[in-house]
């Protein structure tokens, strides 16, 4: 069975940067790609990027040119880069695993806080 973490998050002041990393242990089958989700406190989960196995990128509007997601296919890794953090970037972020299937596997998230 596999099991998503994620690790890094943290309190932040506006403009500060943070990195967060997520690693899916146990043999994963088949895996399309992996992605970044946050949801905030009353607000629904969105999606913030992704990337696929061939490393091809997307990314929310609010978050581009300002997060770069990476990853390490061969250690099933991802990674996220936030740069210039600001208030409403606060919230909960998860790391999803998607499978060939369509299935996801999610992590417990971990919380990331900017202030003003």
């Known amino acids: 069975e596999v099991q998503v973490v994620e690790s890094g998050g943290g309190s932040v002041q506006a403009g500060g940067s943070l990195r967060l990393s997520c690693v899916a242990n146990?043999?994963?089958?088949?895996?399309?790609?992996m992605k970044w989700y946050r949801q905030a406190p009353g607000k629904e989960r969105e999606e913030v990027a992704a990337?696929?196995?061939?490393?091809?990128?997307g990314y929310l509007d609010s978050v581009k040119g300002r997060f770069t997601i990476s990853q390490d296919n061969t250690k099933n890794t991802v990674s996220l880069q936030m740069n210039s953090l600001r208030p409403e970037d606060t919230g909960m972020y998860y790391c999803?695993?998607?499978?060939?299937?369509?299935?996801?596997?999610w992590g417990q998230g971990t919380q990331v806080t900017v202030s003003s």
């Open positions: 999803a695993l998607a499978a060939c299937s369509g299935r996801y596997t």
């Open positions: 146990g043999y994963v089958y088949c895996k399309s790609g």
């Open positions: 990337i696929d196995t061939r490393g091809g990128t």
